[in-house]
């Protein structure tokens, strides 16, 4: 088996587990490169079938090419698609940097779509190379019904034994990419012939890496317009995947603040 | 730029496809510098991200403090505001043609279950030790935690040698302690490197402090970990995670822990023992369907017939199945707060199979400092206890020196994983040939006779005293002698003895736990069908093993008596009719109840005829007295 098969069989094992396991159970599409990847598992190890809502936290700002990518997949794929409006910016805490509330929207939402189903498990294609929080999390991991992530207090993990069984009123994010990295991602895509949304792609000398709402998300500059040119340009570049991504860095521990509170 | 993470260069650091993937977890002492050499390590070797550098200083002066590597790895503000690594953390880099993922565990006690995490998914392992302060508590229980994982590629680097002035001899002396100890557990290092992570000797560059250390640095030292060897090759185990019915299709889906199948085989479903062949294995997305799978892979099949199988079950061939158990010995590590105890019943999942088991008795809590081990009733958290367990229903396991992914267990309380810990039988039998039926077709009929006219013309009921306990107990003897006694008073009565049947009936059975198995599973099995003709049947054998007892129920029903002729060893072995303890003592017999192979004593006998402190005749009149009793026709 080469690193994506072993990648691929990793994933499905976790997503079978949560299907086991974690019902009711649903996932989170952002409908950028992750989560389309994680759709893509989810129908190889349900055998072309995704089994469970897939939910998108909607802003209404996200770009033009996410909303036309998720409309024409979801009918495509036949997935069972929940779309959930956030509530606005003004609701959330004015002490958080602006970035950072304007990305608090999206916890908020899921927040919501929690107090409204009794969701056991939601999957979340969050990859522990993006960030350095995420590098610290578990695949199965326990969450307060308030989306509250205890990170000094995270269950044991081993031998793929996850913790399934969470006292009433919380709910497990379960993280099947969590090992996989940025390039993994796109040689899985290549091989895969998984539609790519073209903001991945570059026009007039700039690209998205990583898809964010307009408000708070920069392309950056790059002249790859193909995966193969992607990856060279992955093979080389020094710069953060994230950096595009700009409540991530408003200040040293914004982010951190955002996912204890619940963000993915 | 100030929380980007070091993770987040993956893309320079694993372009490629093309090259191994080694996961490296580094382990050791709080303070002893494990984050710190993995940011040495990534600046050595050019894989910081733009910017990081910067942020690391500006991070350090807001502190107030020196400039500290250790910030690349603590990525959580209290970690950095504390000093400390509060949870696992792992970061990619590559060095020629080679992927590695560094998984940075905490050193602190409290964080044990943080570094099991994080070791648990680790090939290979480096230990780090201060130079300054040497061995400690935490290298030894770190090491010993990584040898129950399974981590067999390990390296140690003995870290700060600029505060020893880079003197050898302090190192080699550190070296020595520390291989010594290794061994001890069955531990190879691999290597032992003299480094400074703060400044950068023999970690990617070689030191030019100490011109006594020849040997390779800690970057070259991860390009000699050998990858784990493959469990292709292994027996087929295939644990079953589900069954789904999505359409007309009935999939199995599991992971292959190893071995390999393919369309046409024939599969055996342990425990449940039903077998059936792979009609397909399904796939989406491929071009043609697959005709073979192998081990790693997450695979979905149909069977040719429609036999009920669930989650939890393991496939296997028929000809090399798994184990098929409900004892067994478990080397465990404690993670909770809350003891472990003896008599206790604690949630275990084995692979996707959920069970209860009971905690039977706790051989031995391993002092890892000592390597010595003491008799204990409880387990203390992060103690490494030897116990045994008992399930509520039989599990298909493996050994774990054989398959370690089959052989491996964890034992949970509600939302809380407790332990996790390595399967072993030691003594006890496979009780797969036990409950494996193999005729089919097969229809009882009845008999021309019932068992109320036998009863009425025998002018007793029939039973089947069962005696159960040590050799040298007193089971021969007091079975002889009430076979005489009944049988003068006019019963039916007959003596299954154990050297008696092993001449005839059990001639082809030897003395391994499952033919002693086997052996018991036969008599309760004739001591059955002579009850059914009425009469009253004693046995007297060891029966050392509570699951082969209850069958031997199961298969009598209502007459079975369990009597525990009781005595203790040292009476038994005093005794010594046939000389077998002797010879047992000598090393001569294997497996010996009582001295080398584990006597469970009855839960609930009917009975307990005690023999240390009692003649023969008045356990004979106990015994008589409980015949009439029991078996006698209602006047």
């Not at chain 2, 953390?89 to 602190?108: C, E, K, L, M, T």
């Not at chain 2, 067999?152 to 020595?176: G, S, T």
């Not at chain 2, 604690?346 to 081990?373: F, H, Q, W």
């Amino acid at each position: 088996m080469n690193r994506l098969d072993t990648l691929e069989a990793q994933s499905i094992y976790i997503l079978r587990e949560a299907y086991a396991a974690a019902r009711p159970l649903a996932m989170l599409w952002s409908i950028g490169k992750d989560s389309n990847v994680v759709i893509w598992l989810a129908r190889k190890a349900f055998f072309g079938k995704v089994p469970f809502p897939v939910v998108q936290l909607d802003t209404a700002m996200e770009l033009d090419e996410v909303y036309a990518y998720r409309d024409r997949y979801a009918k495509e794929w036949d997935l069972d698609l929940v779309v959930i409006d956030c509530p606005p910016e003004s609701e959330m805490d004015p002490d958080l940097p602006p970035m950072t509330r304007a990305a608090a929207r999206k916890s908020a939402g899921l927040a919501n779509l929690l107090a409204a189903n009794a969701y056991k498990g939601i999957i979340v294609g969050i990859r522990r190379d993006e960030e350095a929080t995420r590098a610290k999390e578990r695949v199965f991991s326990p969450r307060a019904l308030s989306g509250a992530w205890e990170f000094r207090d995270q269950p044991p993990e081993f031998w793929d034994q996850y913790t399934t069984d969470i006292p009433e009123g919380t709910h497990l994010r379960i993280h099947p990419l969590l090992h996989w990295t940025e390039v993994d991602i796109w040689r899985y895509s290549q091989r895969e012939n998984i539609p790519i949304n073209p903001l991945y792609f570059s026009r007039n000398g700039k690209r998205y890496r990583s898809l964010g709402e307009k408000n708070i998300t920069a392309p950056i500059a790059s002249d790859a317009s193909n995966i193969d040119e992607i990856i060279a340009e992955l093979e080389i570049t020094r710069t953060p995947e994230r950096a595009g991504r700009l409540m991530d860095n408003e200040a040293e521990d914004s982010f951190e603040r955002l996912r204890t509170s619940g963000y993915m | 730029m100030a929380n980007d993470a070091p993770a987040a260069n993956s893309a320079l650091s694993v372009g490629s496809t093309a090259g191994d993937l080694m996961r490296v977890v580094i382990v050791g002492h709080v303070d002893h510098g494990k984050s710190t050499l993995v940011g040495r390590l990534f600046h050595d070797t050019g894989q910081l991200p733009d910017g990081k550098l910067e942020a690391i200083q500006e991070m350090c002066r807001r502190r107030g403090m020196p400039f500290e590597w250790a910030f690349l790895m603590d990525s959580l503000k209290a970690e950095r505001d504390q000093g400390v690594t509060i949870d696992t953390s792992q970061i990619w880099f590559r060095h020629n043609q080679r992927h590695y993922v560094i998984i940075d565990a905490p050193g602190h006690r409290e964080f044990i279950r943080n570094m099991v995490t994080g070791a648990s998914n680790a090939d290979a392992a480096l230990l780090l030790i201060d130079a300054d302060q040497g061995v400690r508590r935490q290298s030894r229980h770190h090491s010993y935690l990584l040898q129950l994982l399974g981590v067999r590629e390990v390296a140690v680097a003995v870290n700060k040698m600029d505060l020893v002035d880079y003197d050898e001899k302090r190192f080699r002396q550190i070296e020595a302690e520390y291989r010594s100890y290794l061994e001890g557990i069955g531990v190879r290092a691999r290597r032992v490197i003299p480094i400074s992570a703060r400044e950068g000797d023999n970690v990617a560059n070689a030191s030019t402090n100490m011109s006594w250390y020849t040997g390779p640095t800690v970057l070259e030292t991860l390009a000699e970990f050998e990858r784990p060897e493959s469990s292709v090759d292994r027996p087929l185990r295939l644990p079953l995670q589900d069954v789904y019915k999505f359409d007309d299709r009935r999939i199995l889906a599991g992971r292959i822990e190893s071995g390999r199948l393919k369309v046409g085989d024939e599969l055996v479903f342990s425990p449940s023992n039903r077998t059936a062949r792979v009609a397909s294995i399904e796939a989406w997305n491929t071009p043609d369907a697959p005709k073979a799978a192998e081990a790693g892979q997450s695979v979905g099949i149909t069977l040719d017939e429609q036999i009920f199988v669930e989650r939890g079950e393991v496939a296997s061939h028929t000809e090399d199945a798994p184990i098929e158990t409900d004892v067994f010995h478990l080397r465990l590590f404690w993670l909770a707060d809350a003891p472990l105890q003896v008599g206790r019943s604690y949630g275990m999942k084995i692979g996707p199979r959920r069970m209860n088991a009971t905690v039977e008795r706790i051989d031995r809590v391993i002092d890892v400092d000592a390597l010595s081990d003491h008799k204990a009733e409880k387990v203390a958290r992060d103690e490494i206890a030897d116990a045994v367990v008992r399930t509520n229903q039989l599990v298909a396991i493996d050994e774990h020196e054989e398959l370690p992914r089959t052989g491996r267990a964890i034992l949970y309380d509600r939302h809380l994983t407790l332990a996790g810990g390595i399967i072993s039988m030691g003594g006890y039998p496979d009780q797969r040939e036990q409950v494996t039926v193999r005729s089919t077709n097969v229809t009882a009929v009845d008999h021309g006779v019932d068992a109320a006219r036998r009863a009425a013309r025998n002018r007793h009921k029939p039973g089947v005293l069962w005696f159960t306990g040590l050799s040298g107990a007193g089971k021969s003897t007091l079975a002889m002698a009430l076979e005489r006694r009944l049988f003068d008073e006019g019963y039916q009565v007959y003596v299954l003895d154990g050297d008696n049947v092993r001449t005839g009936l059990n001639a082809n059975l030897g003395f391994s736990p499952e033919d002693r198995a086997e052996n018991i599973r036969r008599v309760g099995e004739v001591a059955a069908l002579l009850a059914d003709a009425g009469l009253i049947v004693i046995t007297a054998f060891i029966s050392p093993y509570r699951s082969d007892r209850d069958r031997a129920r199961t298969a009598a029903g209502e007459s079975f008596r369990e009597i525990f002729i009781k005595a203790d060893v040292e009476t038994c072995e005093s005794r010594d009719p046939k000389g077998l303890y002797k010879r047992a003592r000598a090393g001569e017999i294997r497996d010996f109840t009582g001295i080398s192979a584990p006597y469970e004593e009855p839960v609930t006998p009917e009975l307990v005829v005690d023999t240390s402190a009692r003649d023969v005749e008045s356990c004979l009149d106990e015994l008589v007295a409980y015949v009439k009793s029991n078996f006698n026709n209602p006047a």
